[in-house]
C-alpha cells in the first residue's frame, strides 16, 4: 500500500528548484522500440525467457542490464510508493496549473547487484522504471528525489560490486483521484514487471 505523509519531505528542497514536467507521452519513442522489440522477439523465438509480469507486493524481479563495462544482472524490487498532496505538487512545479487535481507519486525501487563486473561509474538500471496510475503513464518529475527520505542519487554511485544494493526513487505526478498506482521495471527491449499498489 502506498504511504500517505501529510508532507514529503521531498517538496522543501524540490520546490526551490527549477524543474521540468515533462509531458506524459514522454516514452513515446522508447515503447515504440520496445514493441518493435517484442515482436521481433515473437517471431523468432529467443532462447532466453521471456521477461516482465505481474509481482505481488514485496516480490522480486531479475533482468539484465548492458552497463560500462558490462551485462549485469540486477534483482529488483518495488518497495512502496510515497503519495504526496495536491499542494505539495503544485509547489513542486514551476506551472502549478498543470498539475491542478494531481499528487507526487514516490516509488522506491531497491536494485541489487547479482552478477557481472563490478561498476565504477554509475549505472543505468533506473532507467527502465516508470509509474503508472490507473493504467496510464504518470509524468516523470526531473531532478525531484535526490534529497526525499530513503533515496539514493544514482548518479552519486560510483562504485557498485557484486551482492551490494541500492535505493533508487522515481518521483511522477499521477491524478491524486487514482485507484491504483503501478511500479513498472523493464530491461531494454523486454515487457516492464510490474508492481501494484492499491490507494486508499
Partial sequence: MPHHQTALRLVASVAVLALTLTACGGGDDTADAKSTGT?????SPSPEPTSGGELAVGESATGKVAEDPG???YEVLAQKVDLGTEAEAAKAVSEPDKVKGKVL??????YTHKSGPALTEGSDVHDGTTVFADGQRGSVLIGATEDATGCEDPYDVDSWKQGESHVFCETYVIPANAKSVEVHWAEEDGEPFVWKFPNG
Fill in 71 to 73: 551485462e549485469v544482472t
Fill in 39 to 43: 515482436a521481433q522477439a515473437k517471431a
Fill in 105 to 110: 507519486a514516490v516509488a522506491h525501487v531497491k
